[in-house]
Structures are given as C-alpha cells and as structure tokens.
C-alpha cells in the first residue's frame, strides 16, 4: 500500500514539471516568431544609392515606397546617426522618390561602411549599404581592372528583383551555318520546357547576339544584345531583372555596358523550377528529350544566379575583376 501511495504521489509532479516545460517551450517559440523573424511583408521595396564626397553622405531614393520619418536609421562604422545630422533635400517626409538624404558624418570619419536600416517593422532589416575603402570616394564609382586587396567585404546596393551573370567564350566562330544545333547556343537555362522555364541566358537563334529571355506570369519578354560575339573572346554578360525600376525593364549588360533594355508587362517573374541545365558542347535539349540540341561550343565560367538586382556599379566590379 505504501508503495503504491508513492507512485501515485510522484506522477502528478511529473506532469507538472512536463506541463511547465511545454508552457516555456511554447512561449519561446512564439517569442521568436513574432520579436525575431521579419515578415516580408513588413519590408517595402525601395532602391536607395549611397555615394560619399568629402565628409558628406548622400542617400538617394531612386525609387520603391517612401519612408516615413522613424521608420529607419542610418549607421556609419556600426554605429547610429542621430536625426539632427540627417536633412532631406528635395522635398518632405515621407522620404520619397527623386529625394535625398544627406548625412553629416562628422564624429565618424573616416567614414567607411555606411548602412540604411529600416525599422518599422518587427525587427531592423537592412535595406541598403555601401563600403567606402578611402577616406573620400565610393569604391563602387573607383572600381579598377586590380582593385585594392581589403580584408573588409565590399558591400553593393542591390535591390528586389534577379540576375544572372556568367563569363563566356566560344571556341569556334559563333554562325552556326548550316549546323542547327548551334542555334540558341544556350548558356544556362532555368526550367526543361517552354511552359515551365523562368529565364534563359543564351546567344540568340543565328549566335550574332546574346539574349536574356524571361518568363513573367503573362508573357515572355526577350531582350538582345548589340555585343556579336566572335570566338576565342570573353565576355561578361548579365541579365537583370529590377522590380524597384521606375521604368519596370529586363535589361542586359555585356562587359559592363547596358546595351539593351524591354518593358515588362507587371507580371513579374515566374517561380523557379529549379530545373537548370547548363551548356556545353554536347548541348541542352529543348523543350524536350526528342527536340534538338542546343550547343554551346566555348567555356562557361564564374555563372551565378541571385535572388536580387545587382547596381551598376557591382556589374562594373565583376566585369573589372577579370574571369573566374
């Protein structure tokens, strides 16, 4: 009898033991859903360009949502600007469009990592930055074909959107003549088939131009280079696709230079299948196992892919730093 008194007198404390560790489990998991995790929705899209020239630090909102005042902050060397050596120029808060913020960075020089950090939400996100190597000047505006070597990370505005950069040379003239299997010489390509497909990165159906083709949720933009490439040359082609662009455009750079642009209908960009397929000589087939091969006959390096719009000035980076 005594025995089983002392049984049923423990399982009460161990249930409530157990009970109060489920009360605390469930209050941290709900502590770090809601004060940790940003809700992208909480994020608003806006393109901010941060240049420097002297002491002063400009902020130009290019584009995207305004801000309203206490919605954000800026940091220089990790630490906090205070609002009194902030001014916007060019109109009112909320921060919009075609204005800009300037930043007296006196106290913080030299002033060298410069963020714009967006507060209004659950938690501070980041929404952009810049790294600046010497006392004055944007290393984004100096970049240089051997840039300084620097332990510090170089940091590029990017922006909502995507692209997609590779380096590419042709071992043999591009015309494919009478071979068909040389047309749309393909790159790389997101997708197996046309109904499913995201973008392709390739050279254009007679390979005298490069193309950046993109699949929206209504139609299938395609944009063409001026660049002809010729064989044993590299070039370094992107494709970009920036959804803070006022003028809503898929654009293309060869070597740096924006050489074309198309407007999009506002459907924005399709999801990924997350079927890429990259070229080569033996080629990709499209849009099925019986169509013919798409044959890249050339060297594919340094090819990436990014959830974000690279700046003009990251693009003249990559181009400036040379092949992979």
Not at 23 to 40: D, E, G, K, S
Request: hydrophobic residues 40%; glycine residues 8%; contains cysteine.
């Amino acid at each position: 009898m005594k025995t089983r008194t002392r049984e049923s007198g423990v399982s009460p404390i161990v249930a409530e033991i157990l009970m109060v560790s489920l009360v605390l489990l469930c209050a941290i998991v709900a502590y770090l859903v809601i004060f940790q995790v940003p809700a992208i929705s909480e994020i608003p899209p806006v393109a901010v360009q941060i240049t420097k020239s002297g002491e002063l630090v400009s902020l130009a909102h290019l584009n995207g949502e305004p801000l309203e005042q206490g919605e954000f902050f800026v940091t220089i060397n990790g630490d906090r600007v205070a609002d009194r050596n902030m001014s916007l120029v060019g109109g009112a808060y909320p921060w919009s469009a075609g204005e800009t913020l300037r930043v007296n960075t006196t106290g913080f020089t030299p002033a060298r990592d410069v963020k714009l950090i967006y507060t209004g939400g659950s938690t501070n996100f980041v929404l952009a930055s810049a790294y600046f190597l010497a006392a004055s000047g944007n290393i984004t505006r100096n970049a240089t074909p051997t840039p300084t070597p620097t332990p510090t990370p170089v940091i590029y505005t990017r922006y909502p959107g995507f692209t997609v950069e590779a380096w590419v040379k042709w071992n043999v003239p591009p015309n494919p003549g009478i071979d068909t299997t040389r047309r749309w010489a393909t790159i790389v390509v997101d997708g197996d088939s046309d109904r499913n497909r995201r973008y392709h990165l390739q050279h254009n159906q007679n390979n005298n131009n490069f193309e950046f083709a993109a699949a929206t949720n209504k139609s299938a933009p395609q944009v063409w280079s001026t660049t002809s490439p010729v064989a044993n040359t590299w070039y370094y082609v992107v494709g970009i696709y920036n959804r803070t662009d006022p003028a809503n455009r898929l654009r293309i750079y060869v070597n740096g230079v924006n050489e074309a642009s198309v407007t999009l209908d506002g459907g924005g960009l399709k999801m990924s299948p997350n079927r890429y397929q990259v070229g080569g000589p033996a080629g990709i087939q499209w849009p099925g196992p019986t169509s013919m091969l798409r044959k890249f006959d050339g060297s594919i390096s340094g090819l990436h892919t990014y959830e974000e719009a690279f700046s003009r000035q990251e693009i003249l980076a990559h181009y400036a730093a040379g092949v992979p």
